[in-house]
């Protein structure tokens, strides 16, 4: 085995151990946040001058609604900061950006998505990126857990109607749990190099006598949260491979941790709440499984590279940087998809065609491998109600998870969750493959083109935001239909989730029988497992055939 | 009607609260605790002058190192090609984003003599492997490659569907006419150079791999763009690959190169985070001040 391999294997393991040894810690801390009945001096103070009152409980529709209100406002006000931007001081030329392409970013950014059609460095001024993006940056991802956290006070009440309070939980996810930890890790990031400044770009003259203009910006406090967030907009247009976002190989392993950690502890949370630890466990086995087995595959692809261009090179180096390498690439390129976040530290368009492939099945897998902050954690609760109902079928017992059965009113709400994700991204496709001129966006031609299409909907719809970056996406029709595919692929599954809490609660729990399929086993994790990726499989198979595995197998 | 105009402004008004919370306060707070010495260089952008207080660039972002036209300036290390605006722009960082499978050119108008085609991404590497050879006195040899420096693969044209039955027509499509084609025959075919314009689309593309085994003697970064286009580094085998054309122009021993390479050399961080690497920009401007170039 090489050395770059074995480094490599030793970089996933320490990933592993950190995430493993924060899950306790992290979670039980998130479970206090969400149950703890007093209110800090500061959020008092929120609540007065927002006007809302703490203590109201509210229902699985008043929390949906509440969720929309805030997600259009946050929209509307992103839509208008981007159309308004040029006017703003800066200390260097910001365009306007056009209507679509602003629609395209607002919804973006507040869907936790953070596909960006813009480039960063020409295309935004600092005061969009600080008073917009970064904000949706802790927003969004607060918004997730604050859904997840809904869903599971739906398994652990009983016999109620309430779900807890939408701007509570908000408030409190963003100010005891996503600001301190993103101001530690920005001082952390600065100190690695990371550059946080409000400057106006610099004229240099290289070495050898070239002009070169150096960027500046506020860079490490948004990367911070742009990484703990899952949400994986860059600052620049290279994202994370650009020195200024991830100067070191150490920012490089703490952006990567940082990507999965919230979505795993987030488990141990859930265990707390429903009072059985190790129903927690057992969902967090099922992530960990998944994703260290789509980890190793990405990495061994990269590694092994095939295909006609990697083996004239001699390794998969087009769009990797040299200080991260191969391997910690394809590591990074496998949490960054399995987890919303969509952050790159290298370019996946330049990926030999399985390790792309694995890029896109980790997204098809609806990000529950951990998945994003707060949806990963729902995503696959959804999925286990789901595989409940199937072992219900399969050995004629009633389906009951967590002491709650799992009834009519429930399997609609989890099927309808399953279906919506899938309908948009493979319609998207569809009728982007059906117009010459949107066929025209592609880069690379053939089987690798469709992938680009295909990944560019696939990563909307999964709220992911990293792209096979060659597709040309700056036009009316892309902006607006990859928009609507991350408006419609991250509130239809939240009003699904929200029923599904909404049904769960009204229900008393069932005590445990004889019968009922203990769901904290080996036999639970694996079937979960199975089922999960059943589902995409049969879901996803001819799109994938058509691209990535075309490609693959020519 | 009223819940809801309730909800709205409940919802615009957290939305303000929280956009001075994390929009003003919090990136102000990191930028306040980053102009502490220490930190303040760094937050800065880890900027390089010269003595007379120009700034020349930053330690993190690449630079090519080459002439007005492009060529490499021999007595300097040269940077990885970049996919970057014109080359290291950081007003445009960018990767190539062509595939694995991007072996097919567009060949150059002869009628326009402004068109020189579009290059895929085979193409590119070959051509760099052989510029690069020649540069450092090597062979830029590499599979898939034909010895001219462009991608070896051929359009192979059936008699039947489905690329079955006798070979017809064989084009080696990356070599525009009047080139002659890297192999004479395949498959009994005369092996035909490439036109401008014509369709080879219905051909089976077929990529020679050729004789080479072993590690090509051009490492892998010195023909691949990086993911930013800015990469500030080189692997540790293509800047030994540079040592003795720097040593021989400079007029100094490989020796006194090698030891400022090591100098200039990170190793994986922790010993196992990353890959080795070495700073170009930090490099030269070593070499620059240590052995100053006097040469043409």
Redesign the interface.
Known sequence: MSA?T??GL??AV?IVVAVSVSFRPLGDYMARIFTSPSHTRVEKA?YR????DPEADQTWATYL??VL??S???IL?LYGLLRLQHHFGHPYAVPQMPPAQSFNTAVSFTTNTNWQSY?G??GLGYTAQ???L??QN??SAAVGIAVAIALVRGFARSRTDRLGNF?VD??RC??RLL?PL??LV??IF??????????A????????G?A?????G?V???EA?KQLGTNGGGF???NS????EN????T??LSTFLEIVIPFALCRTFGKMVNDKRQGLAIAAVMGLLLVTTTGLLAGAQLAHH???????????????????VP??AIFASTTTATSTGA????H?????LG?AVTLFNMMLGEVAPGGTGSGLYGMLVLAVLSVFIAGLMVGRTPEYLGKKVGRREVTFASLYILSTPAIVLTGTALAMSFAKERASM??????GF?EVLYAFTSAGNNNGSA???ISVNTTWYNTALGLAMLFGRFLPMLFVLGLAGSLARQHHVPVSDGTLPTHRLQFVGFLTGVTVIVVALTYFPALALGPLA?GL? | MRA?V??????????L???V????V??L???A??QIPG?KD??????VYNADG?????T????????KDGNP?RQ?FQS?PSA?GAG?????????????????DVLPDPKNKDDSGTQH??TL??SRSKAVGELEGVSGA????TPSGV?AVLAVFHAGPGYAGTVTRVVSVNQACPAAPFLRTYQGVAVECGVFGDDYSRGQLV?I?GSLHG??AV???A?????????????PEYAALQVARVARVRGITDEQVRSLVAKHT?G??L?????P?VNV?DL??DL?HRYPYRGH
Not at chain 1, 212 to 216: A, E, I, K, N, S
């Open positions: 770059t074995v480094a030793a970089f320490s929120v001058t927002v006007g809302v609604r509440s209100a805030f259009a406002v946050s006000a480039s460095e020409s600080f008073l917009g970064a904000v802790f927003l701007w908000l408030t963003t100010l600001l993103s101001f920005a001082v600065v100190a690695s190099g990371e550059i946080q400044n409000l400057h770009y610099r004229s240099a003259t290289g070495l050898a070239g070169q203009t150096l960027p500046g506020p490490a406090s948004q949260i620049f247009n290279a491979a650009h020195p200024f100067p070191t190989t150490y490089n392993w295909g006609t261009v990697p083996t004239a090179v001699g390794a998969a180096t087009e769009g990797v940087e040299t200080r991260f390498g910690d690439s790159v530290n290298s370019f368009d330049s990926y030999t065609s792309g880069l690379n031609s053939g089987a690798h992938s096979f970056a060659g490609e020519r | 809801t309730r909800q709205y402004s409940a919802a615009l008004r957290l939305l609260v929280m956009t919370i994390t929009g003003v919090y990136p707070a990191v930028t605790v980053a930190l760094r937050a800065n952008g880890s900027l120009t700034l020349i660039g930053s993190l972002i690449g630079q090519s190192f080459t002439d300036l300097y990885r970057a290291y722009d950081p007003t445009a960082s960018s990767a190539s984003n062509l595939g694995p499978e991007s072996i097919v991404l085979l590497v070959c590499r599979p898939y490659c991608g990529a791999r590690t090509p490492p892998a970064d023909v691949t763009a990086s993911g930013s286009g800015l990469d500030p580094q080189i692997s990170t994986r961080g010993g196992f985070l990353g890959e690497a920009l030269d401007l620059d």
